[in-house]
């Protein structure tokens, strides 16, 4: 069915630049302030850039999103052509060609998209996250119903994870701080554990599917091995490092499961041993300046390692011994990073507007 909505878009985009008698460049010499928002996809780990933002249309007039800020960034675990842009205050982008061409999912309308997932065993079920609620797909992002909602309006669903291993399990968190699951993809919930604080990031081990990681917005990361029965504060493993419990991002590497990579105000640290011990990765701007919004490790090299500032794109081939730095491709932040598991030298950045205080 995919295979079948690629071949469309592209004879509807290559119909559209026809007919329409111009043609659209996207590039890094190309894109002014205002117009350089969406996706961006490097095929060179990050040497050059082209921004990826063509919506084909019946019409024959294409258009794009590219005045648009990212909430989030996903791929599905399924199939890496397919992916998710879910933006601020436009609703959710998708693309099933790696990014060349893109649809919207109008039935959700123009609103901030927090998180999506998609699960791995159905690839036409995907959830979307929406303020205080969550909404779930099974028709490939045509239409939605709402599964979860928080009676408190303040409260925003702001992080979700599917179990990898048993798809029919789903875990939410609130910006109140509880983390809530579901063991029947949506039908009913029972909140785990209350944190006291905005759960930022839920990550399930694709190893073990017992093992949780939260991380909070200002209380540092969490671990459980019993699929959120009980907790452990990984706060006193990380204690040397200043600023370890203001989280940014964490992720676990593809090549080798028990190893982190964790991002807080300190700075970047990497972890072993799912969290037992960290060491830092040495930065070449001091660590209290690096602003590290999202971190990504190849799929096949632990020693690659990625990560994205407001202003500059770093890459390490050596673990973090030594790193080079390249402009990004637009006046916005770096604010999410996707590396192809198929193809390592393929990489996806979605772009932010930061209003500085």
């Not at 990898?164 to 910006?175: E, W």
């Not at 399930?204 to 540092?220: D, N, P």
Request: hydrophobic share 35%; aromatic share 10%; net charge positive.
């Amino acid at each position: 069915m995919i295979k079948k909505y690629t071949k469309s878009f592209l004879l509807v985009l290559v119909i559209g630049l026809i007919t329409s008698g111009c043609s659209i460049s996207f590039g890094t010499e190309s894109n002014k302030e205002g117009i350089d928002g969406g996706v961006f996809r490097s095929v060179n780990k990050g040497d050059t850039w082209l921004q990826q933002t063509a919506i084909p249309t019946v019409s024959g007039q294409p258009k794009s999103f590219s005045m648009i800020d990212d909430s989030s960034l996903v791929m599905d675990p399924s199939d890496n052509k397919a992916i998710y842009f879910g933006s601020v205050d436009n609703g959710l982008f998708y693309s099933y060609d790696g990014a060349n061409t893109w649809r919207i999912a109008n039935s959700l309308g123009k609103i901030t998209i927090s998180s999506v997932a998609v699960d791995s065993k159905y690839k036409c079920t995907i959830y979307a996250t929406v303020a205080n609620k969550l909404y779930k797909s099974i028709d490939c992002s045509r239409s939605w119903t709402q599964v979860y909602f928080d009676n408190d309006l303040s409260v925003n669903i702001s992080s979700l994870a599917i179990d990898n291993i048993d798809s029919t399990i789903l875990y939410i968190g609130t910006s109140r701080g509880e983390i809530i699951r579901s063991s029947n993809r949506g039908e009913s919930w029972q909140t785990l554990n209350r944190f006291d604080d905005e759960i930022a990031k839920i990550i399930v081990s694709k190893a073990e599917h017992k093992l949780i990681f939260v991380g909070t917005k200002s209380k540092g990361i969490f671990r459980s091995t019993d699929a959120g029965k009980t907790w452990v504060d990984l706060t006193d493993k990380l204690k040397e490092f200043d600023g370890n419990s203001k989280f940014q991002d964490l992720i676990i590497a593809e090549s080798d499961r028990k190893t982190l990579f964790l991002v807080t105000r300190y700075g970047l640290l990497k972890s072993d041993d799912n969290g037992n011990s960290w060491k830092k990765i040495e930065l070449i701007t001091p660590e209290s300046e690096a602003s590290i919004n999202s971190v990504a490790v190849s799929p096949k090299n632990l020693e690659e390692i990625y990560y994205v500032t407001n202003t500059t794109f770093y890459r390490s081939a050596d673990g973090g011994k030594n790193w080079t730095t390249k402009k990004l491709p637009t006046s916005r932040a770096g604010w999410k990073l996707l590396i192809d598991p198929k193809d390592e030298n393929l990489i996806y950045l979605a772009v932010k507007k930061i209003v500085k205080k």
